[in-house]
Structure formats: structure tokens, C-alpha cells
């Protein structure tokens, strides 16, 4: 990918030159002579100062915009997929239908961005090189602030928004489905229609939180944070009201994963995010995924039956309704995990660590959303239990 300023020259005075790169975007924009769409692609402007740019449809895919000033800045429909916006300030900024797939946002602040139809979900792709990558599996908004902000339909599926602060936002119609929201303060913020299926609430302030409408099946949240939400009446019937205390600070590192791996569980998580009109269901069988690390991932209802998961790291990990029948995870790491209705029949499990790890029934739904009274457990049966650590775990609840 070619860039539009000279690397160099950028380093020493990279402010001096913008004002030349703002005025040909501007033309570009209105169609004029001279016109040059502004495409500032990996370049390091870290702590540049943007206040008030007009750079609509700008490409900034994989810029470094750490501490960045972009207060009030239009980026509405521009590209910034795997940017890197730590500490930015975005207050006022417009980023309405932008690109941030694969962003890190850790810390930067968003207060009053107009967020709407802005896709924050997670990407990966290949660089120059096969060895150099651009973005994040799991998009970082942990520790942002959000508050007032204006994101309605925003796509925020399998978010990393844990400790960030979106009091008064709204986020209509959001798109939340498997999101980290543990300690998010959503103090009087609009979540009506939104989907929060399979999201982490743990310890989220709820005080006025808007939930009309909203999906919540799965989801992890106690019914005392509830108890200060405006929700439909039956929103309880939807929630699996586990009291979770789990820190959620990193995520996996999906690099190392098997590019048909990989595939798969992207197919897999668009599966998920639609209901099943787009995407696929992962099945993988037989594969070696020997000493993989999957911590803290998201593998709800993923099928790897008969795989080698032996010393593989599935800590924190959701293996909600996952098929790991016949799997070898002998002295694996599954503590924290999150199994309800985990199917690990005729599993080898010998010398597996699953101290504090959540198991039960998971009520089934169906394709409208609705509990078909159907529960499946966790299940060990016909196992191999040597030697496994249960430490914290309600071993009745297992299927043996």
C-alpha cells in the first residue's frame, strides 16, 4: 500500500505538513482540481493534533493515533480499520458509518461522538508481509469514555468494553452480542432494541439503563443490577443470572491459531451474530490444537469434536453449549471457563485444571428468541476424570 506522505518528513514535522494533505482531501471532496483523497495509512502520527479536520472518507487504516487530538474532528465514513487510538481525545468527533474494525481505543475519549452505524468489531489482516498484521481480533474500548455518546445500530459485537463509561449514551439497536461490558457504568444510557445477548454485565452500573426491547439471552448479569434498569416485563426468562466475579482484562492471541481455524470461527461468529442467516457453525473434528492458547475467547457453541486440545490455556474461556465430545484436554486449563451446557462426553480430562469453573444447564432457545423449555447440562459423562482440579466447581450440576 503506497503513502501519501513521505515517512521522513512525517517524523520531523509531521504537523507543518498536514495542512497541505487537509487542503487536497478538501478539494478531493468537493470534486475540484488538485483534489487527492487523504490516505495516511500505518503512518505514526502519535499525539498530532486534528481539532476540527475534515477528513470524511480518509484512509487511516492502521495509523498510529495514539494520544492524538481529534476533538471534533469529521471522520465520518472514513477507513480506520486496525488504527491505534490509545488515549485519544474524540470528543464531539464525528464517526458516523467509519470503519474501526480492529481498533484500540483503550482510555481515549469519545464523549458526545456521534457513533452512529459505526462498526467497531474485531479484524485481522495480513500487512506487507505474512509476518506483519494490521488491527485487533478483539477491537480494545476498555477504560473508553463514552458518556453522551450517540451510537444507535452500532456494531460493537465481541467488544473488549470493560471498565469504560457510557453514561447517557445511545446506543439504540446496537449491536452488543458476546461483548465484555464487566464494570461498565451505563448509568441512564438508551439501550432499547440493542442486542446484549451472551455480553459480560458483571458489576455494570444499570441505575435508569434503558432495556426495552433489548435481547438478553445468555447474558452474564445479576438481578439486583437489574432491579435498577427500565426492562420488559419476562426479560428475567432470558438471562442466565450467574453472579460472576472474573477479571477480564486480556484477550487471547488469535494469530497463533490455524488459518482454517481461523476461518472457521470468523464464519462461526458471523453465524452467531445474525441468528443463523449468514455464516456458518463451526465444526472442526480431529484437528491438533495441542498447547493452543484460547484464553478468554469466545467459543460459544463451537464444535471440535475429537480435536487435541492437550495443555491448551481455555482459562476464562466461553464454552457455552460447546461440542468438545471426545476431546483430548489432558492437563489442559480450563479454570474460570465459562461451560454451561458444555458437552464433553467421553472427553480425556486426566490432569485438566477446571478450579472455579461455571458449570450447569443453559436454557435452549429457539429461533425467535424464545425458551423452548429444553435445558442442556454439562456433560462428562463416560470421561476421563483423573486426577482433574475441581476446585469451586458445583460438580452436582455435571452430568457424569
Not at 320 to 337: F, I
Not at 348 to 364: E, K
Request: proline fraction near 1%; charged fraction near 25%; include cysteine.
Amino acid at each position: 500500500m503506497s503513502r501519501s506522505i513521505d515517512q521522513h518528513l512525517l517524523k520531523e514535522d509531521a504537523q507543518k505538513f498536514m495542512g497541505t494533505f487537509l487542503a487536497e482531501h478538501k478539494k478531493w471532496l468537493q470534486r475540484k482540481a488538485g483534489g487527492k483523497q487523504c490516505d495516511l495509512s500505518r503512518l505514526d502520527l502519535a499525539g498530532i493534533s486534528l481539532k476540527n479536520a475534515l477528513l470524511p472518507r480518509a484512509i487511516l487504516v492502521g495509523t498510529g493515533l495514539q494520544q492524538a487530538q481529534l476533538e471534533d474532528a469529521d471522520l465520518s465514513e472514513s477507513d480506520l480499520f486496525g488504527a491505534k487510538l490509545e488515549g485519544a481525545n474524540l470528543k464531539r468527533a464525528n464517526l458516523k458509518r467509519t470503519i474501526l474494525r480492529g481498533v484500540n481505543l483503550k482510555s481515549a475519549d469519545l464523549s458526545h461522538a456521534d457513533l452512529e452505524d459505526a462498526d467497531f468489531r474485531g479484524g485481522l489482516v495480513l500487512g506487507d508481509s505474512p509476518d506483519e498484521t494490521i488491527g485487533m481480533e478483539q477491537s480494545d474500548l476498555s477504560a473508553c469514555l463514552m458518556d453522551f455518546a450517540r451510537g444507535q445500530r452500532a456494531k460493537l459485537s465481541n467488544v473488549d468494553l470493560s471498565g469504560a463509561s457510557l453514561r447517557e449514551a445511545n446506543l439504540k439497536g446496537a449491536e452488543l452480542f458476546g461483548s465484555d461490558l464487566s464494570g461498565v457504568d451505563l448509568t441512564g444510557a438508551n439501550l432499547e432494541d440493542a442486542d446484549l445477548s451472551d455480553t459480560r454485565l458483571t458489576d455494570a452500573k444499570l441505575e435508569r439503563t434503558i432495556l426495552k426491547g433489548a435481547r438478553l439471552a445468555n447474558s452474564m448479569v445479576s438481578e439486583d443490577a437489574l432491579a435498577r434498569a427500565e426492562i420488559d416485563s419476562g426479560a428475567l426468562d432470558e438471562i442466565n443470572n450467574v453472579k460472576l466475579s472474573i477479571n477480564l482484562d486480556t484477550t487471547g492471541d488469535f494469530k497463533s491459531l490455524p488459518q482454517d481455524l481461523r476461518i472457521a470461527l470468523a464464519q462461526h461468529f458471523e453465524w452467531l451474530q445474525s441468528n443463523g442467516e449468514r455464516g456458518t457453525r463451526a465444526i472442526i473434528k480431529s484437528m491438533s490444537l495441542r498447547k493452543l492458547k484460547l484464553r478468554r475467547q469466545n467459543l460459544t457453541g463451537v464444535s471440535l469434536y475429537s480435536c487435541d486440545l492437550s495443555y491448551a490455556d481455555l482459562s476464562f474461556a466461553n464454552l457455552v453449549l460447546a461440542d468438545l465430545e471426545k476431546c483430548n484436554l489432558m492437563n489442559a486449563t480450563l479454570s474460570g471457563a465459562l461451560m454451561f451446557g458444555t458437552n464433553l462426553k467421553g472427553a480425556f480430562l486426566s490432569g485438566a485444571d477446571l478450579s472455579n469453573a461455571h458449570v450447569g444447564a443453559m436454557p435452549i432457545f429457539g429461533a425467535d428468541g424464545k425458551r423452548t423449555g429444553k435445558v442442556r447440562k454439562t456433560d462428562m459423562s463416560a470421561a476421563n476424570l483423573s486426577n482433574v482440579k475441581f476446585d469451586g466447581v458445583d460438580t452436582d450440576s455435571i452430568v457424569k
